[in-house]
């Protein structure tokens, strides 16, 4: 009886850590460019989330800035009064501040409507993680700046600023 001695197949410990060693170097070179695309995806979601929560601030702002006077601007608070012989109400744009129940500081655009005594008519977020909000006027356009909280709270600011002329015949009151 003959016996075949086969060699058996298989890597050596050599060609093994030489394998390794290249995929290692492989992985080295690689990592930083899926960590650069990372950075990106994420300023870029971080950017395109605030900037629509500024838009649909600028809307509001917007409508009611061509609807009604201006009747005060300052840089954290605009004041429109109701035009016409009409019932006399106002309406002002503020940011408010508060804690929420997991200790997280929130924002927000809010919007109140007041009576002539007043009173609060209405009140309504129009816009969440809203920081900043300023306005000035020049001339007879009123300039409206916000900065808006990124989904990882940096402040991303939204330009370019909304410029608006208002309707009213008086424009933009001077201070």
């Known amino acids: 009886m003959s016996r075949v001695l086969?060699?058996?197949?298989?890597y050596t410990l050599v060609e093994t850590i030489v394998a390794m060693t290249?995929?290692?170097?492989v992985i080295?070179?690689?990592?930083?460019?899926?960590?650069?695309?990372y950075r990106v995806e994420t300023t870029w979601a971080n950017a395109s989330q605030a900037r629509?929560?500024?838009?649909?601030?600028?809307?509001?702002?917007?409508?009611?800035?061509?609807?009604?006077?201006?009747?005060?601007?300052?840089?954290t608070l605009l004041l429109?009064?109701?035009?016409?012989?009409g019932?006399?109400?106002s309406v002002?744009?503020?940011?408010?501040?508060?804690?929420d129940s997991s200790g997280q500081v929130r924002t927000?655009?809010?919007?109140?409507?007041?009576?002539?005594?007043?009173?609060?008519?209405?009140?309504?977020?129009?816009?969440?993680?809203?920081?900043?909000?300023?306005?000035?006027?020049?001339?007879s356009t009123l300039s409206v700046s916000l900065v808006v909280d990124g989904s990882d709270g940096t402040p991303v600011p939204v330009s370019p600023d909304l410029l608006v002329t208002p309707r009213n015949l008086k424009g933009c009151p001077t201070p």
């Open 22 to 25: 290249v995929g290692a170097i």
């Open 52 to 75: 629509a929560s500024g838009l649909i601030a600028e809307d509001s702002l917007l409508r009611d800035v061509r609807v009604y006077e201006v009747e005060r601007s300052e840089p």
């Open 108 to 139: 927000a655009l809010l919007r109140t409507v007041r009576d002539k005594d007043g009173n609060v008519l209405s009140q309504r977020a129009v816009a969440h993680g809203i920081r900043t909000f300023t306005t000035g006027c020049f001339g």
């Open 28 to 37: 080295a070179a690689v990592f930083p460019v899926f960590l650069l695309l």
């Open 6 to 10: 086969r060699r058996q197949a298989g």
């Open 80 to 85: 429109l009064r109701a035009l016409g012989t």
């Open 92 to 99: 002002t744009y503020s940011v408010k501040r508060w804690i």
């Open 87 to 89: 019932p006399t109400y």
